[in-house]
Nanobody
């Protein structure tokens, strides 16, 4: 069992940067691959970024590639999402999630555990 708690969201202006954190409980955190997803009002939850259990491999949605960076610190049981050059279309609730398997990392259904989400609002 892994419990996830996101933090770091807020209201920022276009072009600003923000770093989200996701703190995990449980000694098994380092065995899980982690992902970040987001959901805007009236839209489906969409993949943002994922990172392997070791931190050696990461994946990004095309819409955030070059602007967002996912990282993890297994000693602190925490995964991060560094967001820069934020755009109004990045506005959403951001969720972190954990999965044992990263084969289909874009798919919501492969993730076993989810956080409660943190709101990111980017004003123009």
């Amino acid at each position: 069992q892994v419990q996830l708690v996101e933090s770091g969201g807020g209201l920022v202006q276009a072009g600003d940067s923000l770093r989200l954190s996701c703190a995990a409980s449980g000694r098994t955190f380092r065995s899980y691959n982690m992902g970040w997803f987001r959901q805007a009002p009236g839209k489906e939850r969409e993949f943002v970024a994922a990172i392997s259990w070791s931190g050696g491999t990461s994946y990004y949605a095309d819409s955030v590639k070059g602007r967002f960076t996912i990282s993890r610190d297994n000693a602190k049981n925490t995964v991060y999402l560094r967001m820069s050059s934020l755009k109004p279309e990045d506005t959403a609730v951001y969720y972190c999630a954990a999965t044992e398997y990263l084969t289909e990392y874009r798919e919501v259904g492969i993730y076993d555990f989810w956080g409660q989400g943190t709101q990111v609002t980017v004003s123009s």
